[in-house]
Structure formats: structure tokens, C-alpha cells
């Protein structure tokens, strides 16, 4: 045992000890089950996990409920005079338990937060899909160029990135903007975030815009629908890596049409296989 762990409760208070542990696997099993029912799973993890978590939290649950009714029954025992099992433990007694619920709380208080063009910026945000991506190399040829999605189009730039193969062709795309300091004045990455697993690994991917006027018409974050035709363009950036380039580069860029500010969707994020 360390030094802290041999701080020694009173006996009434050890006999409460375990109402904490009981409550934070309580708060737990309710915060996964609320995130389920309020669809902001989606947030934070892959759909292929959602089930997971959801039967996770419902075991919490169920393990809170059994424990919780064990509990009563050893407060019940007039014998029992607060004896309970020692064992190493960083944290003073209960201590844990604390931390375990405060974070709950905090889940269950604190809505999950949107990534922005702040955080893609500093993610690296390009229009190329990692190579340990397996959607790299899966697309649909079949689909109509204005019926892709915008991470539709990114996958397909992956398997095949000579743009003038889409010269002309029509799109019809949405995601947030993004500006970015090495793009004209004219121009804004539209953008979307990827989850492989979770919110932590979540990569973005953009897609250069061309636009009629300045950029500072659509600040960075807000959400939009474009309309357009892909062209070939000359930029001093390479739009795979992001990085200046020492010659200018044809690049693939959306030329816009038609720009329609539109609200956060509910499910803002892509998803690979």
C-alpha cells in the first residue's frame, strides 16, 4: 500500500464506500444509454460501435442494480462491523469513485462539441484520405458526379487524381469552411471530418472551392451547400499535403455555381469501413 491508501476510514464510512463505486457505475451505464437515445453516439464513435456501447451501458446498468442490492444486504447485517477487503489503491478510498462520477456528470451536462476549422487546420486538413485507409481505393464509378458526396469525391480523386478527368463535370457537395492561409483570397477548403474508430483519431478532408468574390462572405465554420463544375487550376499548393509547392501544381478545384448557407446536420462526420 501506498502512503495515501493508509489513510484508514472510519467504519461508518467504510460501510459508505461502496454507495460511490455503485454510483459511478450507475452514472456511467446512464450516460452511454443517454448518448444512444439522444443520437449523440454519433459524435464520438464509429456506427459499427454504437450497439456495443448501448449493451455496455445497459450492463452498467444491470451491474449497478445487482450491486447496489448487495449493498443494502451487507448494511442490513448487524454484524457486520464495517469490515471490507483492503487492496492497493492509488487514490485514497473512494477517491477514484469521485473522479469516475464527476466525469459522468460532466458527460451527461456538457453536450459533445463539433470539430471546426480551427482543429482541421491543425489536423492537416487536404483532400486525400490516409493511405492506411482501406476507402481509399472505394468508390462507386457508377454514381453521377452531382450525386456524390463530398467525401464521395475525395475517395475518387484518391483512385484516380488526374483532374482533368472531371473537367466539367457537376457537383453538388456540402461541408463546413474552412480558410486556409496558403489558398488565393478567392478560394476556401470545404470541409468534412472522417472517424475510423472514434472523435480522437477523426481526420478532415477538403475540397478546394473557387469562388465569385472574397472569401471573408463565408466565414470560417459555416456550414454550405455548393453547386458547381470542377476545373482544373494552376496553385502554388499541393491539395494533397497542404505545403506550398516551389512550382505551381493543376490541382482539382470546385468551381461554384450556386453557395446555400445551410444548418449543422445532425450527422456532420464521414465514416470509414
Known sequence: ?????????SP???????????LAILAWGILLCKYWVTGQLKLLIHPNYNLLVFA???LLI???GVKTWLWIQTLRQKGNNGETVQHISIFPPGWGSCLLIVAA???LTIPPIIFDSQVALQRGVSDSLPITQRETQSFNVNVKPEERSLIDWIRTLNAYPEPDAYQGQKADV??????SPLLPEDYILLTRFIISCCAVDAYPVGLPVKLERDRSN?????????EGEMMTETLAIDTQTMQETPTQKRQLVLSANTITTIPTPDDPYGYSN
Open 62 to 64: 444491470i451491474l449497478g
Open 105 to 107: 456528470i460532466a458527460g
Open 218 to 226: 463565408y466565414p470560417p465554420d459555416t456550414w454550405l451547400r455548393i
Open 12 to 22: 461508518k464510512l467504510k460501510l459508505l464506500l461502496p454507495g460511490l463505486d455503485i
Open 1 to 9: 500500500m501506498n502512503v495515501l491508501s493508509k489513510l484508514k476510514p
Open 174 to 179: 456540402t461541408g463546413f469552411v474552412v480558410h
Open 56 to 58: 455496455t451501458g445497459i
